[in-house]
């Protein structure tokens, strides 16, 4: 039993320990002109569910969660938008070459489609990320189009 205790404490000052240890916090409240709702024409509604679905991964001004100051889950979070910046940041859409635009928009019409994306652990907590049937197809719609006319 004392064992146990043990354990217990040193699990709990290892909790405690590890809240000061800092994370970066991807927030800005400018929006660049290179953004993709700024270059391209999109249609309201897409805008609206790229926004809650995509944008806290894939830009450079993320809605925090509650539990965003939390270790070891701020960690979880933090690198989960660097790899998404990492791969997609529609905040630089315009800065990028038709031919990565190009790109770009087959991995997410493709990703989409295979509900790939959103992650599943993003639509775990954020249920209004979740992207119904019709939306999808609006989405795959939009984004064909934007390849085709590149």
Known sequence: MKTIKIIVLVFFVVFVGIQFVPTNRNQSEVVPKSDFMLVNNVPKDVQD???VSCYDCHSNNTAYPWYNKIQPAAWFLEDHIKEGKDELNFNE????????????LRSIISQIEDDEMPLDSYTF????????????????????QLKNSL
């Open 125 to 144: 907590i954020h249920w209004d990320a979740k992207f119904s049937e019709l939306e999808k197809k609006e989405i795959i719609k939009y984004m064909t």
């Open 49 to 51: 569910k790229l926004k």
């Open 93 to 104: 859409w315009g800065e990028y070459s038709d031919r990565r635009k190009n790109s770009k």
